[in-house]
């Protein structure tokens, strides 16, 4: 468990990220049933992880920055 500070097992993660992929390429809607002790146990790894990562990236110039403007934007402009 992923808990007070303790690691998730990687099985217990694995299964969990199986399940919320084995419908991946399926056409229909279908639900994937997880505890809430298993969504808080994702929540706190997933925390954790993001902590890990640097708050900014350092990028070189020349850079491209892509974008699309929608019309309910363009009225506040």
Do not use: H, W
């Amino acid at each position: 468990m992923a808990q007070n500070g303790q690691a998730m097992d990687p099985a217990v993660l694995d299964d969990i990220i199986n399940r919320l992929l084995e419908f991946r390429q399926v056409r229909t809607v279908r639900q994937v049933q997880l505890s809430e002790a298993e969504i808080r146990q994702l929540c706190t790894v997933s925390r954790e992880i993001f902590l890990q990562q640097p708050n900014l990236l350092e990028l070189e110039a020349p850079i491209k920055i892509c974008g699309k403007l929608f019309f309910p934007y363009l009225l506040f402009t």
